[in-house]
C-alpha cells in the first residue's frame, strides 16, 4: 500500500487495526534480541573440535615452543593463512590474540601517542579527524571518539563511500587522518566497494602525508550464497599508486570459529608492520600461540576455511531470508520501509519512513524486541533522518525470527501510520 495516497479515514482504520495487532502482541511477554551480529550456538558447534585439537604431544610449532614466550607476529601457519585471505604476503601479517577490535583500538592509540612510520603523533596536533562512511559500524566511531577524533560522517552507496565527497575532504584538510572501512558486506549495509572506489581510495591525493585507511575486513569470507562478490586488492592498488604505507588491513576469525577465543590479524606494508611491532614489543611478549596452532591445525588453510564459512552459510542463510520475504510480503510496494538484501555479512540494513526510527525502536522495545539503538549507525548516534535500523537476524532461531518479524513490521506500521496521520491534521 502507498500510505501517502490514501484517505485519512482509510490511514486511522488501518491504524486501529495495526494496534490492535500491537496490543495483543504484549500479552506474549516476548524476549528476543536482534541488536548484535553474534553467531548462534549451532555456528560455534562447528569449531568444539578446536577445545581437543591439541594434545601435549602436538604443541611445540617447529623450532618455537608455542607454550613459552615469544612469536610477537604470531605463528607463521596463521600468519599465512591470514595472508592468502587477505591477498598479501605472510611476513605482512601479525597474528594476535581473539579480537580485531582491539588492533584497531591499539593502532589508533598508537598513532596517537607515537604517530606513524616518523610521523608527529597525532595528539600533538590541534585536531584530528577520522572520515566515517555512514551507515557503518558504531564500534569504529566509538574508538575514534575514545580518543577525541572528530568523526565526519561520509555518505555510502551502493559502490562504498561517496568518493567525490571523500576525495574533495582528504586533499583540502591535513586534520583528516583516516578512513575507516568495511569494504566487503559492510557493516550494516551489506555494501561490497567496488573496484573504482578501492582505486581511488589508494590513489587520492591527501593534504595529510600519514593518512591511513583502516581497512576493516570483517567479513571477507563472510558469503551467504555460492555466488561470490569479489573486492579488489586494496595493499596491490595502493602499491600501483605508490601509497604502499596507507592502508592499515584487520581480519579475524571471531565469525569463523569462536569470537571468545579466535585469532585477530593486522595487515600491512612490511614497513608498517615493523613499526607496529617495534610499539608492541613493549606491550606483550608474545600473543596466544596454543590457540594459533590449535585454528592452524583445524582450519589447515584459506581453502579450510572457505569450506567452513559455507557451513556457517548453511546455518544462517535462511534467518536472512525470512527475514527479507516478510518484508517483500509486506513492504514491497510501499513507500514507508526499504532494505538491504545482502550477500554476505551479519546485517540486514532497514530504512524506515523519515523520522520514524526512534517510535519503531520505543515500539519493538516495549514488546519485547530489542534491536540495535537506533542511531548507533551514525558518528555521534545521530542518524539526521532518523530512519536507520539495523538488524542482526544470526543469533536466533526460527520461531524467535518469525515473532520478530511480526513486531518489527506492526511496529514500523505503527509509527508510520501515527506520522502520516498527525501530518494529515
Ligand atoms: C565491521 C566489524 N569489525 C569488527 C568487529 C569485531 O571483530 P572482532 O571480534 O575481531 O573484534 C565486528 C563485529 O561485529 C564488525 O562488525
Redesign the pocket.
Known sequence: MIYKDQTKEVLENELKIEKGIYEGILKENVSIDIS??KPCSEQLDLSNELMSILSTTVLPAGAADVRNYGGLEGLMAMREIFADILGVKPNQVIAGD?????M?YDTVQSCMQFGTLGSTPWNKLDKVKFLCPSPG?D??FTVASAFGIELVTVPINEFGPVMDIVEALVVSDASIKGIWC?PKY??PTGVTFSDEVVERLAKMECAADDFRIFW?N??IVHDLYDEKVTLKNIYNSCVNAETTDRVFM?A?T??ITL?GA?V?CFAGSEANVADIISRMKFQTIGPNKVNQLAHAQFLKDADGVRALMKKHADIIRPKFQAIINVLEDEFRDSDIASWSNPLGG?FISYNVMTGCAKRVYELCKKAGLVITTVGDTYPYGRDDRDSNIRIAPTCTNTNELDKACQILVCSTKIACLEKIVSENE
Open positions: 548484535r551480529g581473539n579480537s580485531s577490535l582491539k584497531m559500524y564500534r569504529h568495511v559492510s557493516n576493516d570483517a567479513y584487520f579475524s571471531s565469525k569470537p579466535g585477530a551479519y
